[in-house]
Each structure stands twice: as structure tokens, then as C-alpha cells.
Nanobody, 126 residues
Framework: QVQLAESGGGLVQTGGSLRLSCAAS????????MGWFRQAPGNEREFVAT????????FYTDSVKGRFTISRDNAKNTVYLQMNNLKPEDTAAYYC???????????????????WGQGTQVTVSS
């Protein structure tokens, strides 16, 4: 069973930066696609970014392209989300997610992910 733990959220001003981290417990981390989702009050949980388990290909939702970067360090069983030039509309609880081992890469839908963290809050003040 994979367990995920997010960290790095906080309060920043518009234009600021944060780096979120997600530590995974499973031994199959290197063969699991990883994703970041976010959920603001009153909204559904939406896809933000994903990174594959083969060649570490990445994909982002349009609203964060050029500002956010997802990366992974398999030696540390950790995935990161570097967030730059933050905007108030980025305010949300951010969730880390992992697919089952050797599942399809670069998934963007919630059902593709079998394991989820508890979330970390990101608040961007105007």
C-alpha cells in the first residue's frame, strides 16, 4: 500500500513561489506515474500536473503552464511541484497522487490515481 505525504504549502503574496513536496512510502515509486491536483472551496478537484514513470515525461493543465514545474527524485521517493509567479486563483488545497505500478503514463483524470495524500494548503494573497 502506497502512502503519500504532502508538505510545503503556505501563504504567499501574488508573484511569489512555493515548492511542494510529496514523499511516497511504496517501493514501486519509480514505476508509478505521479500527479498533482488541487481543490478550491466549492469546486471539484482538478488536475494540475503529472509526471510519468518512463522517461519522466510531464504534462500540465493550461492555467499553470510556464509557471509550475513537476519533477521527481526516485532515489528519495519524492515528487515536487515548483510553483512560480503564483496568482490568487492558485489558492487551493493541493493533493499528491500516485497510480498503480506500471499504469498508463501522464494521466489527467482522478480515477487513474489509486493513492492520494491528505493535501497541503496553498494560499496566495492579492
Amino acid at each position: 500500500q502506497v502512502q503519500l505525504a504532502e508538505s510545503g504549502g503556505g501563504l504567499v503574496q501574488t508573484g511569489g513561489s512555493l515548492r511542494l513536496s510529496c514523499a511516497a512510502s511504496g517501493r514501486s515509486f519509480s514505476t508509478s506515474a505521479m500527479g498533482w491536483f488541487r481543490q478550491a472551496p466549492g469546486n471539484e478537484r482538478e488536475f494540475v500536473a503529472t509526471i510519468g514513470w518512463s522517461d519522466s515525461n510531464t504534462f500540465y493543465t493550461d492555467s499553470v503552464k510556464g509557471r509550475f514545474t513537476i519533477s521527481r527524485d526516485n532515489a528519495k521517493n519524492t515528487v515536487y511541484l515548483q510553483m512560480n509567479n503564483l496568482k490568487p486563483e492558485d489558492t487551493a488545497a493541493y493533493y499528491c497522487a500516485a497510480t498503480r505500478s506500471r499504469a498508463g503514463q501522464l494521466p489527467t483524470i482522478r480515477n487513474a490515481y489509486a493513492f492520494w495524500g491528505q493535501g497541503t494548503q496553498v494560499t496566495v494573497s492579492s
